[in-house]
């Protein structure tokens, strides 16, 4: 079973993707963690990806459409998997389709997480964080 979680970022996805992750047997692709594995590895893709994410950039769909793409090749998410926030883009949209055809597999199922912007507002404001102190309120 191939699923996406769509959501404003703060919505839950990642909380809610291990339990569905857990619950399917499938595993949770993060373009985040798929990022740090591809940096971790030394991958040429990796190398692309370290220095926008040092600098707080985001990773265009040159660099993230063959990340994922590379990680759909692999043996352990032939039987599924959980997208959590990816396709972000019309580009990654269309590339996902091209290469379930080609892998002849398809999207069962997308769950869209709805949270108040009030809530999300609430739970962003406690993620932010200070380089100089681990606890910095400013």
């Known amino acids: ?27 949770h692709l993060s373009t985040g963690n798929l990022f740090r594995a591809a940096i971790k590895a030394g991958t040429p893709l990796g190398k692309q990806v370290e220095p926008l994410l040092a600098a707080g950039q985001l990773v265009p769909d040159s660099v993230t459409i063959p990340i994922v793409d590379e990680r759909l090749r692999q043996p352990d998410v032939t039987q599924g998997c959980l997208f959590d926030g990816y396709p972000r883009t019309i580009p990654q949209a269309q590339a996902l389709d091209v290469t379930f055809e080609r892998l002849v597999r398809k999207l069962n199922k997308v769950i869209l997480i709805e949270v108040p912007d009030t809530a999300i507002v609430a739970r962003m404001s406690g993620r932010r964080s200070c380089r100089m102190m681990a606890a910095c309120t400013t």
Do not use: V
């Open 1 to 27: 079973m191939n699923i996406l979680l769509i959501g404003p970022p703060g919505a839950g996805k990642g909380t809610q993707s291990e339990k569905i992750s857990a619950t399917f047997g499938i595993p």
